[in-house]
């Protein structure tokens, strides 16, 4: 009898029907491709993972980022998606020891009473049980005339705080539009908030705020949504004309639907403070009065500072400031954390932006870029903002700093933004641009460099030695020497098709330098909104292969809701979930997968296309398939166990017979599957603990055996 060897086409190609994707793989889980000296891809299992820190995390984490700080001690940041409830947002994991340094706030709406002092620019504010210290920040929400000042002065965003009584009292600083102190012309309390006059049928509305200096053209900004006669106002509206010193007037798009008057926040100070609590020694403290007044170690200590409430968070961006924590919490503020300062929750950077989508650090320059920011307190989907050159204090753009922006004149949102070779690179929903450093007057260069490219998730783009990858609402993309291009993917029906795109920002891509891959995790139709399924191609290959949460095994889960490449931990580092619980997983560090608990077996496996056994009048008989395998690692135990499933049929479309599973080892010789048909696909499988596979050239014999 003839024999033929099973030779199998590297790659998966999920697009062709399995008739026509003969003798190549059309479904895969666990698995990966090697090359071989002709360039193919060898099939073999996927590596395992393990448990990177033992215990479990409060919420599902959705960010990632290691570092050393200057002792060489390394680190783990962690972004978890939570409540403020909750508080389990932000953590740091050393030393397999997990610290929450989420940060807290604190909220109060309090009538406005102020106190300023001729010739100073320190503003005095007292807010019943507000408990603001000098390590606290403070949001002021609703735009407040101060009074004391001539030209006028509007309290208004982000302020450090100066401790005064630590219950009632505080102070900030009152600054110009490029920051610098700004002093009050006399001694004064009291101040007012805006007051909305709406006309019935009128869409132009008046505001009331003394000595405002606003000009037309100018943007008001409302952070508190305010309802009265039939119409909300809340956003930015341009300044439309100016009444007086203390009266302009905002057009809307409704129509008012009466004539009213109404005061923001129904005339109350809207302060959220972000609080910073660092111990201090007994019968020390702050002094009293501004910067430099008073001075620290004499006055009254502070009672026990207050953390607040833990900020909610959807996600994070995490990066490294040298050995500063950078984090940005998605649709809020920056915050960051230091190693070993006594600093026990991350710190707000108060002089930078209130709201963003992300950020990132630019090298070699090393400055924060944040995208989808803003200058008022409302998020501008399209605005770059960036800090100076080695200082994250300095935002405000002058003649003698780097600070600066720029808005992106093509797109209706950044989705994401990467520090990648050389570059910052920029998505929007509709391409690609470059920012690339050149130093001053304007600091940073953009240039559109594809379009019809945009990225699908926040967290979908990733470099991987020297080239970029991403992947777009349709297609996937490389970024390399030649420009952008296209990627093609012969699965593209399993990703695009079950695509749950009302929750691209959850989808994770996964580089591993260790193998040249790039993956991304992504949520299915019919996941319910979380990640569960993933494709991964290799770079060196050119080739794909998939798996989802549904195919593999009760005891583990390979979805990854946040990952890293290999660091300065080592091996890459995923977040994944089991049981509705999060864990945090080392990857590559051993032959099985890892749930609630270690060294669970993984289930491998890979089915093949149709071979066509016969291509004549003829049946095909097979009787004898002889695997030919690596059965473990070099100089390992070679004690893998595996199945052998064989699917049979006569027409490309009929339901198949089955015919096994066939287990085998390295002291099989052969197996007798003894099947007739013209169509032959297989499956091969394992589900066996702390082993490992590479399948070689299985053999078959056969023969001839009656007319179809």
Not at 597 to 613: A, E, K, L, R, W
Request: net charge negative; with cysteine; proline share 5%.
């Amino acid at each position: 009898m003839p024999h033929s060897t099973l030779k199998l086409q590297p790659g998966v190609d999920q697009n062709r029907t399995l008739a026509l994707n003969e003798a190549a793989i059309s479904y895969t889980q666990l698995v990966r491709f090697i090359p071989d000296k002709q360039g193919l891809g060898l099939v073999q299992k996927l590596g395992g993972w393990t448990k990177f820190f033992n215990s479990t995390v409060g919420s599902i984490v959705r960010a990632l980022w290691a570092w050393e700080d200057t002792n060489n001690n390394a680190y783990l940041g962690v972004g978890a998606q939570a409540t403020s409830v909750a508080g389990d947002g932000l953590s740091v994991i050393s030393n397999s020891q997990r610290t929450i340094i989420t940060p807290g706030n604190s909220t109060q709406n309090v009538a406005f009473s102020s106190a300023t002092i001729a010739g100073s620019p320190f503003i005095t504010i007292t807010a019943a049980g507000s408990y603001v210290y000098s390590t606290d920040t403070v949001y002021v929400e609703t735009p407040i005339s101060v009074n004391g000042f001539n030209n006028g002065y509007i309290l208004y965003g982000l302020y450090p705080a100066t401790y005064v009584d630590g219950t009632n009292q505080f102070i900030v600083q009152a600054s110009d539009s490029l920051g610098n102190p700004l002093n009050a012309d006399t001694t004064t309390t009291g101040g007012t908030l805006p007051l909305f006059t709406f006309t019935s049928g009128s869409n132009q509305v008046k505001v009331t705020l003394a000595k405002n200096g606003y000009q037309v053209g100018d943007t008001f900004t409302v952070l508190i949504s305010l309802t009265a006669a039939g119409v909300t106002i809340y956003g930015n509206y341009i300044v439309y004309s100016i009444v007086d010193t203390n009266n302009f007037n905002i057009l809307i798009t409704q129509i008012a639907t009466s004539s009213t008057t109404a005061y923001l926040n129904s005339n109350q100070a809207r302060y959220v403070v972000y609080r910073t609590p660092l111990p201090l020694p007994t019968s020390t403290g702050y002094g009293v009065g501004g910067y430099g007044v008073g001075g620290y170690g004499t006055g009254v200590a502070p009672s026990n500072p207050i953390v607040g409430t833990p900020v909610a968070s959807d996600d994070w961006t995490i990066d490294n400031w040298g050995q500063v924590m950078v984090a940005g919490l998605v649709n809020g503020p920056i915050f960051t954390w230091t190693p070993n300062s006594g600093v026990t929750i991350g710190s707000i950077i108060p002089q930078a932006p209130a709201v963003n989508d992300g950020c990132f650090v630019a090298m070699p320059q090393r400055q924060i870029i944040a995208w989808g920011s803003t200058f008022t307190g409302i998020k501008d989907p399209l605005l770059i903002r960036w800090c100076d050159v080695e200082n994250y204090n300095s935002w405000i753009a002058t003649v003698t700093n780097q600070a600066g922006s720029y808005r992106i004149p093509k797109g209706s949102a950044i989705v994401g933004c990467i520090q990648g070779p050389q570059q910052g690179l920029v998505w929007t929903d509709l391409g690609i641009w470059a920012m690339q450093y050149s130093g001053p007057p304007y600091v940073y260069q953009f240039n559109e460099i594809g379009n019809g490219c945009g990225l699908v998730g926040r967290k979908a783009a990733a470099s991987l030695n020297g080239t970029v990858y991403w992947m777009g609402q349709s297609q996937f993309f490389k970024l390399g020497g030649s420009g952008v291009e296209i990627i093609r993917c012969p699965i593209w029906d399993v990703i695009f098709q079950d695509l749950d795109l009302t929750n691209a920002s959850k989808i994770r891509v996964a580089a591993n330098s260790y193998f040249g891959e790039i993956a991304w995790h992504y949520p299915t139709l019919s996941s319910g909104g979380e990640v569960n399924a993933y494709v991964k191609y290799n770079t060196v290959l050119d080739q794909w292969d998939f798996g989802s949460t549904a195919n593999s095994t009760d005891a583990i889960s390979i979805a990854r809701t946040a990952w890293i490449n290999q660091s300065v931990l080592g091996p890459p580092i995923g977040a994944g979930i089991f049981g509705g619980t999060a864990y945090i997983y080392q990857h590559e560090t051993s032959l099985d997968g890892a749930g609630a608990q270690n060294n669970q077996p993984m289930t491998s496996n890979f089915q093949t296309g149709y071979f066509v056994i016969s291509d004549g009048e003829y049946k095909v008989f097979v009787d004898q398939v002889w695997p030919d395998m690596k059965w473990g690692y070099y100089n390992g135990p070679q004690t893998a166990d595996l199945t052998l499933t064989f699917y049979v049929t006569d027409y490309p479309h009929s339901t198949p017979q089955t015919f096994g599973p066939y287990a085998f080892n390295n002291q099989t010789d052969f197996i007798t599957p003894r099947f007739r048909g013209r169509l032959m696909s297989i499956e091969l499988q394992s589900n066996d603990p702390a082993s490992f596979w590479r399948i070689g050239a299985t053999r078959y014999r056969y023969e001839q055996d009656g007319k179809f």
